[in-house]
């Protein structure tokens, strides 16, 4: 297996881990580029690292936001290997190990799920930014905004009505913008 097949396997496990946004390899200001990481409702994001190999792992036990944990981005944190590669014990505090297994990615141990400081949370802001900011030189001169309405223009380009399978975007649903409890919605007076 190779890197690039391991970081997809990440990708993969994050969906069906209910992230709803997913990015890979795609580096912040902080210097960490992670290969995998994915948010949840009430922003809660999950960090995946991958490594094939033990001199790869122990490399990136000396990056500065490894060796200061709370400078890294991941409410929940965990690496992903190969089976047998990492042992239990030799995982950062609160870390988790998922190890591919027959195709399939398997749970060794769960992450603790409040790992992200403010520093952390700022980083990852960036890393969002910093993405959302490419896929605007993408679509230039077009906005994000304006990219983001395409089911409008779908719409007049369709005389009126919306195309089969496509829902306005008033009821298309975004978890992202739902309350939970620890992010309740504004209350009006």
């Known amino acids: 297996m190779t890197h690039p097949q391991l970081v997809e396997k990440a990708v993969e496990w994050l969906r069906a881990y209910r992230c709803g946004v997913i990015l890979s390899e795609q580096a912040c200001v902080s210097g960490e580029m992670p290969d995998a990481i994915g948010w949840k409702r009430a922003s809660h994001s999950v960090l995946v690292e991958c490594k094939l190999s033990r001199a790869d792992f122990l490399a990136d036990r000396g990056k500065p936001f490894r060796r200061k944990q709370e400078l890294g981005v991941g409410c929940e944190r965990l690496y992903l290997t190969p089976p047998g590669l990492l042992q239990l014990k030799e995982l950062p505090p609160g870390w988790g190990l998922l ?16 790992l992200r400081t403010p520093a952390g949370l700022s980083y990852e802001m960036n890393l969002l930014l910093a993405s959302l900011r490419r896929v605007e030189i993408r679509i230039e001169p077009q906005t994000i905004t304006e990219f983001l309405k395409w089911k409008n223009r779908i719409q007049q380009y369709n005389g009126g009505t919306w195309p089969t399978g496509i829902e306005p975007a008033e009821e298309e649903r975004n978890y992202f913008l739902e309350s939970t409890p620890s992010n309740p919605s504004p209350q009006t007076p």
């Not at 190890?99 to 409040?114: F, I, Q, T, Y």
Request: no cysteine.
């Open 99 to 114: 190890e591919v297994r027959k195709r399939k990615v398997g749970v060794v141990r769960s992450s603790a799920r409040d």
